[in-house]
């Protein structure tokens, strides 16, 4: 089985495709299979988040690239700007995860917001597309390249490799995966 520990640089050349919805993009550990019906696995650090466009660098020098599958998903629009980003505001205020798009916000179905958001005028259709939501402004967001690849990449790199707020520098802390530990 493939298995991969740390992101490629975004101009690695790709040899495979990972298509997964934004709450399994979320699993830092797990045995997926790729589009080309390998399966892999991945063992990254605890918090990260794949994100559309990530590449995954595998233990043979094969590079995978991350796309968010399409979901269903409910798209927020508004006749002004104003509005938009006061939804934005109240979306914000409870830590959903939003995308933010030209004219809309996109978000995981729930009806509560949903019915909060309609209440603030603005329109909220469902739709099915890919999710990929901004990350934190505090780390939260991934950074495996020397420039945003995203609008909204904020982890701090040294050359091709990210440098986490505990990283001490010298290599990872983790053991070597062990196969059977993937759920």
Same mark, same amino acid.
């Given at each position: 089985?493939?298995?991969?520990?740390?992101?490629?640089?975004?101009?690695?050349?790709?040899?495979?495709?990972?298509?997964?919805?934004?709450?399994?993009?979320?699993?830092?550990?797990?045995?997926?299979?790729?589009?080309?019906?390998?399966?892999?696995?991945?063992? /990254?650090?605890?918090?990260?988040?794949?994100?559309? $466009? &990530?590449? *995954?660098?595998?233990?043979?020098?094969? %590079?995978? @690239? !991350?796309?968010?599958?399409?979901?269903?998903?409910?798209?927020?629009?508004?006749?002004?700007?104003?509005?938009?980003?006061?939804?934005?505001?109240?979306?914000?205020?409870?830590?959903?995860?939003?995308?933010?798009?030209?004219?809309? /916000?996109?978000?995981?179905?729930?009806?509560?917001? $949903? &019915?909060? *958001?309609?209440?603030?005028?603005?329109? %909220?259709? @469902? !739709?099915?597309?890919?999710?990929?939501?901004?990350?934190?402004?505090?780390?939260?967001?991934?950074?495996?390249?020397?420039?945003?690849?995203?609008?909204?990449?904020?982890?701090?790199?040294?050359?091709?490799?990210?440098?986490?707020?505990?990283?001490?520098?010298?290599?990872?802390?983790?053991?070597?995966?062990?196969?059977?530990?993937?759920?």
């Amino acid at each position: 089985m493939l298995l991969a520990e740390s992101f490629a640089a975004a101009d690695a050349p790709v040899s495979d495709h990972l298509v997964l919805p934004y709450d399994a993009r979320c699993r830092s550990r797990q045995r997926v299979r790729l589009v080309g019906g390998e399966e892999m696995g991945y063992v /990254l650090p605890a918090g990260t988040v794949l994100r559309h $466009g &990530d590449r *995954l660098l595998a233990g043979d020098g094969r %590079v995978v @690239e !991350v796309a968010a599958a399409p979901e269903e998903l409910l798209e927020v629009r508004a006749r002004d700007s104003l509005q938009l980003t006061r939804a934005a505001y109240h979306l914000g205020n409870r830590h959903v995860p939003v995308q933010l798009g030209d004219g809309f /916000l996109r978000l995981q179905p729930d009806h509560v917001l $949903g &019915d909060m *958001l309609r209440r603030l005028a603005c329109s %909220v259709s @469902e !739709v099915v597309a890919p999710f990929d939501p901004e990350g934190g402004a505090y780390g939260a967001a991934h950074g495996h390249g020397e420039a945003p690849a995203h609008g909204h990449d904020y982890r701090p790199t040294k050359g091709r490799r990210v440098v986490e707020a505990h990283d001490p520098g010298h290599g990872p802390h983790r053991s070597p995966a062990k196969i059977h530990e993937f759920k």
